[in-house]
Every structure is written in C-alpha cells, then in structure tokens.
C-alpha cells in the first residue's frame, strides 16, 4: 500500500476522517443548477458561482452526479470518458476551481462513479466494435452469440430497466447485454482491465481532492456465467437474490469493493464511497463494511407513506442494519430517480401501494393539479425533512428540495430526455419532472438558472419557488432548511437514538445523546405534547407552534436540559 497522501501529497491536519457519518449531503445535478455560460445547460462554473449559497445553507458536502463527457442518453449515466469533463459544462480547469472554492467554504465534495457500463462512445466500446469477435477488447464488455439459425435473436428475452430488449446487435451479429439504455454496455468485471482501469480512476479524482464516491448500480457488477445458458426473463424474475443471482446483488461483487478500499485507504483521510445498492434489506450491511465501501444508501423512506408507523420502522430496521454494517445510516427522501416527496405528500394515500407507485401513477394519468394538495404535500414535506435531520447518520438531500420544490408534471412528450419514458411508452412517464433546473429568482427565461432557455422546461408557478422569492420570508421552506442545518450542527452529537412516549399513534418522539428531542405529528389533527417534553425548550419547528400543541403535520425540535 502506498503512503497515505491527499491531494497534493501532504497529510492533512484537522480533519476528521468519519466526517461522513452524520453529513449532510447535497445532490447537485450538473445541468440543471446553474447555467453560466448562457447554454441552457448548466456547468461546473454555474456551481462555482453558488458556492456561497451552498455555504449559507449549511451543507457538508455535496454529491455532484456525472459530470463526464456524454451523450446523454441517461442524463449522463452514459459516460464517453470517465477522468475529465463534457466540454457542454467545462473543464479539468473548472472542475479544480469548483472543487477549491467548496474546499474554502468548508463542503466537501463526492461525485459519482457508474461502474455497471460505459456508455456506447466510450474508446473500449469502439474499440470492442472494432476488433470484432473472441478479441481482448470485446472480452472487456458482454458479448455473445445469438441464438437462432443466423443468430438472428437475442441470447435471452430479457428486458432492461429502462424496458424494451436487454440485448442490442452489432453489425458483425454478436448481441451485447445493455441492463438500461442500448447507449450504456454493460461491463465485463471478469475482465482485469476492467478493473485497474477503475482504481486509475478513483486516483484521478482523489488526486485531485474529492473526498468520496457515489457508486452507481453498485449491486450490479459483478455477473454470473454470461456465456453459457441463459434463464428466461420470467425465471430471471423468479429467481431469489441470495448472492447466486445472475445479475444483481452476488456475493462475488464484494470482492470488487474490497480491492477498492484499499485505493481509498491510500489516502489520508481515507476516501469514502456510498453505494446505490437496490438489495434485500439483510444483504445491505456487506456494501457498508468498512472493509468495502463504507456506506450504503437507505431507500425505505422513498417509498414510505407519511405514516408514523412506517417511518418508525423504517427506522428502526436501518439502524439496526447500521449497527451490523458498522457503518452510519444514511437517509433520503428526494433524489434524481423519483417523484420530489413534496409531491408524493400531496396526494391520496393508497394502503395497497407505497407513496412512489401512487406518485408515478398520477403522472403517468397527467397529473392533474384537482388531485394534488399542493399546500399538505409542503406541510409533510418540511415536517418530514425536520425528522429526517434529527436522525443519528447521514441526510442527503436533493437540489430544490430545500426550496419545497413540487415535481413537474406536464413537461410536453417532444421536451423530454428520460429514456424510460421513450422505452416504456403508457407505462413510465420517466425522470425529468424532477430534474427540471432550478428557479433562483422571481422572473426571467429561465427564473435565474441562466440568460438561455432552460433545456428542460420550467413551469410559470417556479418563479414563487425561487430563492429570491424565499430569501426574505422568514417562514419559507428554504429559511427552514438554514435555520434546521444550523440548529443540528450545534445539537449533533453522538450516534443513538432513544425512542420516547409521543401520547398518540399519530406520532412520534426520539431523543438524541444530548436531550435533543424531536416530536412528529404524523396525523391531521392537533397532538399535544407530553408534560416531560413540553418543558423543552423549542429549538426549530416545521410550522407554527402555540405553547404545548403541535398542529397536524409538523415536526419540533425541543432541548431538554
């Protein structure tokens, strides 16, 4: 093992290296922040430009999803290049001056890796193309026979995520296995490229001073025998994921993650990396060990109902996961992939579905504004967000969430870039409702995100959701947020949690090491707090708060002495 260094080959002082465990984390999506080069797509000098912002609202870190050369046909999951940046949002240069202006505010910085596939553009797949059949530059990537009499049909009738076939054909008649987009190859992790490619990669970047990594689709790396015979999609289905799946979450893709600690452990302080790991609750721990990845993402309250029993045991069940892991939890409510939870809160509760699969629904019908309440999903959101942040582990928060952000619903068809949406047509309305760029002031063609056209279109209402709109209420949900980060960077301490008597089904109360408490009233109707709690004194609430009552819908902060 090399001697451990940082970026510039001097070991740091003063930092902590499990900075991580209780961050706050802040997603930025590259092209839809802030635009300065007058693209309609946002840069990395956009982000540069609200670094203030970012310091004022108090987040640790932020996770910048990719931001490599691509052609976007996932958003920029699809990576041509994964050591420099899409000339569409700037430079190594800009990059290195992004990544100096967070070091100088105090946020750290974590971008994301997609390990699972290159994209079509990449020089390995071009490569591949070119050397044809049995050459060492195909065996990088999935390819196989077809089956049939010429070939002529794919090696299984698998679907991919994104839907449509699994499986794409190239000129020569071999077929390559594409789990999302035909634009994105799946990689061959049996391939020792493969792999020293990666820790050149994770050098590259913690060379230059990124603190962590996000890791897409961790839980697919590692494939079974490819080259042999092929389940159906339905015994696919079928099959349970033990470690033996041929696909997702085997056992042997922890051997990747292990040889990748000991990259990160080159470093002082210890890079560190969060997996994007859809698994079985019991088989998320491995991910978190220390000795692979450090931490694993919690998608529970994604899909959770605005229930205090749900969220309980949410809960519950994921620090006591953590505990097994020795890692933190980690905890999220909006990401890239899914409906904003100010949404998912504004609409009707379905006992037989989770709060997403009502959410993708609605939009999938239109998502009609009758059906929508638009003040409750607030309320629940800003309630929801407060208990998120009591919580002992890490709170990753998306961009405009801090906002109150609603999801984009009526975004036309010939507007939208999601490939879900074009590969599963009267199925899946696709992503892009939620990665409509930000508004930052009241008016403008783009609310302030730039002086082009935003390339996703924004909705006459983000004007009353912008930053200039909010900077000067003091009751709106992006004070809250700075008024809740301030008040937790003062109260956190120690990792635990008790759970305490709340008086009522509809809600709940934990305490924190230090006599933090937080109160949630998961209900409609006012609860009052109980006589020991309502000596606390008040720290931060979600919504106004009259002595000892807490209305529907709204979390406190108390201290007790």
């Known amino acids: 093992m090399t001697q451990p260094k940082d970026f510039n080959g001097e070991t740091p002082l003063g930092i902590d290296p499990d900075w991580w465990r209780q961050a706050v984390v802040y997603q930025v999506y590259p092209r839809s922040y802030a635009d300065a080069d007058a693209s309609g797509i946002g840069d990395l000098k956009g982000i540069t430009s609200r670094v203030p912002y970012l310091k004022e609202l108090g987040v640790d870190a932020i996770w910048l999803s990719p931001f ?31 990544s100096a202006a967070l070091k100088e505010a105090g946020i750290k910085l974590i971008v994301d890796i997609v390990p699972n596939h290159t994209s079509n553009q990449h020089e390995w797949f071009k490569a591949a193309l070119a050397a044809g059949p049995g050459s060492p530059e195909r065996d990088r990537y999935i390819f196989r026979e077809g089956k049939g009499e010429n070939g002529e049909e794919p090696p299984s009738d698998w ?46 970047w ?14 697919g790396c590692a494939k079974g025998d490819m080259w042999g015979d092929l389940p159906s999609e339905a015994e696919l289905l079928a099959m349970p994921k033990d470690g033996n799946h041929p696909i997702w979450d085997r056992d042997d893709v922890h051997d990747i993650y292990k040889e990748w600690r000991e990259v990160f452990n080159e470093y002082n302080p210890p890079r560190t990396a969060v997996a994007e790991a859809w698994v079985e609750t019991d088989r998320r721990p491995p991910y978190a060990s220390p000795e692979e990845l450090g931490q694993a993402f919690n998608f529970d309250l994604l899909s959770a109902r605005f229930d205090a029993g749900e969220f309980k045991k949410i809960v519950s069940d994921n620090l006591e996961l953590s505990a097994k892991s020795g890692s933190s939890s980690t905890w999220v409510l909006s990401n890239h992939d899914v409906v904003r939870h100010a949404t998912r809160y504004g609409l009707a509760i379905d006992p037989e579905k989770t709060n997403e699969q009502v959410a993708r629904e609605w939009l999938l019908a239109g998502g009609s504004e009758d059906q929508l309440d638009r003040e409750l999903g607030e309320k629940r959101a800003r309630a929801a967000t407060l208990f998120e942040l009591a919580l002992p582990g890490s709170a990753y928060l998306y961009q405009g969430e801090e906002l109150g952000l609603h999801e984009v619903a009526d975004i036309p068809d010939a507007e939208r870039q999601d490939p879900t949406f074009f590969r599963s047509p009267g199925v899946n309305i696709g992503r892009d409702g939620c990665r409509v760029p930000l508004p930052w002031t009241r008016e403008g063609s783009s609310f302030g995100f730039g002086e082009a056209k935003a390339h996703l279109p924004q909705p006459a209402w983000f004007g009353d959701y912008s930053v200039e709109a909010q900077e000067s209420d003091a009751a709106s949900t992006l004070n809250l947020y700075r008024v809740a980060l301030k008040a937790r960077r003062e109260l956190q301490t120690t990792e635990g949690l008790e759970w305490l008597e709340s008086g009522s089904e509809d809600a709940l109360a934990f305490r924190r090491p230090n006599g933090w408490v937080n109160f949630t009233n998961f209900g409609n109707e006012p609860v009052q707090l109980p006589a020991e709690l309502a000596v606390g004194e008040l720290k931060v609430a979600s919504a106004d708060v009259s002595g000892d009552i807490v209305p529907g819908a709204t979390t406190v902060w108390l201290k007790l002495s």
């Open 68 to 98: 490599y050369p691509s052609q976007l046909a996932d958003g920029g999951y699809d990576v041509d290049d994964y050591r420099d940046v899409d000339p569409k949002i700037g430079t190594l240069d800009d990059f290195d001056k992004m």
């Open 159 to 204: 679907v991919s995520i994104f839907g449509g076939p699994a499986w794409e054909r190239v000129e020569d008649g071999q077929w390559y296995l594409h789990l999302f987009a035909p634009e994105q190859p799946d990689l061959n992790w049996n391939n020792h490229d493969v792999h020293e490619d990666f820790k050149k990669t994770f050098r590259f």
């Open 206 to 219: 913690s060379d230059r001073g990124v603190d962590g990594f996000r890791i897409d689709v961790a839980h």
